[in-house]
RNA sequence: GGCCCUGUAGUUCAAUGGAUAGAACGGAAGUUUCCUAAACUUUAAAUCCAGGUUCGAUUCCUGGUGGGGCUACCA
């Protein structure tokens, strides 16, 4: 990379001129700014300690050590302590030539031995899945791409939380009220309908609460004394005993919320290497958390539940199994953490979950660092911000979620109006217009949502969401279908660039050279966005692609322009362009249609 | 109450401690005998407040203030 090696040349001058030995890392090094002249800038106030001249002596001298050093260099400029490096043409035309043409540019070749291991998803299996567990899939899916491309291998685990108080809810509501229907009977979506009996039970619930407060409890009391309550707590009993009657039942409802998930999954196109059931797992929990008890790491209370104290690093007790010996969320968090250890040896664990949560994966890993596991430090909760609606956050329970499965419906029909609107989709058969619906309408949720860092919350809007012009999928889209467009009547003109000899020494035009630059700036993007675990960088970088490309489609023509080797030299810009924004957006999870 | 996150144009989002704080949408005004106008061009518009560290702070620190989350023998 030329960045390492300005720096390093940086250092040489420094060594020269001033006689002092500079670390590299501590050279300002960046990218010009857009108005300027120049492609990299060194910024020198942190070296007039050592040079003791004025900002723009010190800025001169060390460029002009670096023209006459580095061949790549063409000219510099100097403003107040700003080194505004020009890289020459020749540089630019060598690095288009010679990475236009390689499939894997901007990826990184397999380079570890041990996998990381990334949960996403990890849905509940009494309600189907909304908005937020969108933003979970999409950030997981596209964190797996992001990591692989920065050479680790990944793999993708689900966390399915098929057991506790919860799916006892949805069976009690059932078996009171549920006239055994079915997904057949009904014609819902299995995970519809065990949505269904979830709000109904907590309806019911709702009202005895309400009830046992008229009776003079209070609310707490209330909570804890409504018979739907201790019913389900009954059941969540009998389901840890194997009462056969409520496993037959545990796994009628469980396998429609399966069946209703992998519509949805695969409809927004993840996937997963190895799902884990809670209900598999929480055993191992428990077992973790009797040895802990035996290496007196944690400790029990007289009513027999087990405890975790981790008052000394500033956190609160933990409750790690209950008084009657059930588990909770922690224990089996404490168990699947072991048993992926135990699988994959990961170099670190991933956790893709809501920042709700931050806390629960603060103790979790304290408790297991407590109990002894090294890997409780690599694990790293990838902590998400919340996704908000115009009226606020969603409640289940108010009604104002915004389901998968109906978000994706409207975005495809948004996508299919808007596309017959522009007359876009008449030359097309009924299939391949589904399919561009498709591409489109996911494409735009896709985009909107990932476009922003994860870590912060988020406002969905749907009016914005289904836009299609702007910072959006379908603009990308749009771009990339256009290049192909250009590229298919480029090569039926006879314009085979693979064979054209494009010379080094072309001239660029600043659309030209801005163009190339961009592209040049896709590896360090990947690496950056796996850094920080953010495939909103890579958003941010297809974008500023497509719309700088636009300007140069815009500004320059490529096939009608007179000099032969230019027609050439932007042609090979294009195609270089159109595979790159192919790349990124695979690397969110978005398709790119090959004509709109 | 305690702990954590957060506050940038009207709105939704950007900006490894660096130059005149960028985009998009919305607003205003333009560009089709020309490779797809789902495009492009021009334009008005913002760093919550007060201190501190620094040559330099939207960024780091402290206090205040607004918003959100957690603080369950729910997950």
New binding site residues.
């Given amino acids: 990379m030329i960045e390492e090696k300005i720096l390093a040349q940086c250092c040489h001058a420094v060594q020269k001129l001033y006689g002092h030995e500079l670390n590299p890392a501590s050279v300002?090094?960046?990218k010009?700014?857009?108005?300027?002249t120049?492609d990299f800038?060194v910024?020198v106030?942190?070296l007039l300690k050592i040079s003791r001249k004025s900002p723009e002596t010190t800025a001169t001298e060390i460029g002009t050590f670096l023209q006459q050093n580095m061949p790549e260099i063409e000219t510099f400029n100097v403003?107040?302590?700003?080194l505004?490096l020009v890289l020459s043409d020749h540089f630019w035309m060598k690095f288009l030539v010679k990475n236009a043409v390689l499939p894997d540019f901007g990826f990184c070749k397999s380079r570890h031995e041990h996998p990381v291991v990334l949960e996403y998803s990890s849905p509940?299996t009494n309600k189907p899945l909304h908005l937020g567990h969108i933003r979970n899939n999409l950030l997981g899916f596209s964190l797996a791409e992001i990591l692989k491309a920065n050479g680790h291998k990944v793999v993708k685990v689900n966390l399915v939380?098929d057991?506790?108080?919860?799916i006892c809810k949805s069976m009690l509501a059932y078996m009171r009220w549920g006239n055994h229907e079915t997904p057949g009977s009904t014609g819902m979506k299995g995970d519809h309908l065990i949505g269904k009996y979830y709000v109904l039970f907590d309806k019911e619930y709702k009202a005895e609460i309400h009830d046992l407060i008229g009776k003079g409890l209070t609310e707490e009391e209330a909570e804890k004394q409504a018979p739907l309550i201790v019913e389900a707590?009954e059941i969540l009993r009998k389901w840890e005993a194997k009462d056969p009657e409520t496993i037959t039942l545990w796994k009628e409802m469980n396998g429609w919320a399966y069946q209703g998930f992998d519509l949805t999954y695969r409809r927004l196109g993840v996937d997963f290497d190895h799902i884990y059931y809670?209900s598999e797992t929480y055993l191992h929990g428990k077992k973790l958390v009797m040895e802990g008890l035996d290496s007196e790491v944690l400790v029990q209370?007289e009513?027999g539940?087990i405890w975790a104290d981790l008052r000394d690093e500033?956190l609160?007790e933990k409750?790690l199994l209950?008084?009657?010996g059930?588990?909770?969320?922690?224990t089996?968090d404490l168990g699947t953490a072991q048993l992926r250890y135990d699988e994959y040896r990961p170099s670190s664990m991933i956790y893709v979950v809501g920042?709700?949560?931050?806390?629960?994966f603060d103790v979790l890993k304290k408790v297991l660092t407590k109990l002894g596991m090294e890997y409780g430090k690599h694990i790293y909760h990838l902590s998400y911000?919340?996704v908000e609606l115009p009226q606020?956050?969603m409640k289940s329970r108010e009604g104002t979620v915004v389901d998968a499965d109906d978000l994706m419906d409207e975005m495809l029909r948004t996508?299919e109006e808007?596309?017959r609107e522009?007359g876009?989709?008449d030359e097309l058969s009924d299939e391949d217009a589904t399919r561009?619906f498709n591409t489109?309408g996911l494409g735009a949720l896709k985009y909107f949502i990932l476009?922003?860092?994860p870590?912060?919350?988020?406002?969905?809007?749907p009016r914005?969401s289904i836009?299609?012009?702007?910072?959006?999928g379908?603009?990308i889209q749009?771009?990339y279908?256009?290049i192909?467009?250009?590229l298919a009547?480029a090569s039926s003109a006879g314009f085979l660039w693979e064979d054209a000899k494009i010379s080094l020494h072309l001239p660029l035009l600043p659309l030209e050279k801005e163009t190339i630059k961009r592209l040049y700036q896709f590896r360090e993007t990947i690496v950056q966005a796996g850094e920080e675990l953010s495939p909103?960088?890579i958003a941010?970088y297809i974008?500023d692609l497509?719309?700088g490309f636009?300007?140069f489609?815009?500004?320059?023509?490529?096939?009608?322009?007179e000099d032969p080797e230019k027609v050439v030299l932007r042609i090979c810009i294009s195609k270089f362009t159109g595979s790159v924004i192919k790349k990124s957006m695979k690397l969110l999870g978005i398709e790119v249609?090959?004509?709109?």
């Fill in positions: 300002g090094l960046e010009t700014k857009k108005e300027i120049g800038t910024v106030f942190s403003i107040k302590g700003f505004n509940n939380n057991r506790g108080i919860h707590q809670e209370k009513d539940s500033g609160d409750l209950r008084a009657d059930t588990s909770v969320y922690m089996q920042n709700e949560q931050n806390y629960h911000g919340m606020g956050r996508a808007t596309t522009l876009k989709a561009l489109i476009k922003v860092d870590k912060k919350n988020m406002m969905f809007d914005e836009d299609f012009n702007g910072n959006t379908p603009f749009y771009t279908a256009r192909q467009s250009l009547k909103a960088i941010n974008f497509a719309k636009n300007q489609y815009q500004e320059l023509p490529v096939l009608k322009e249609p090959e004509r709109m």
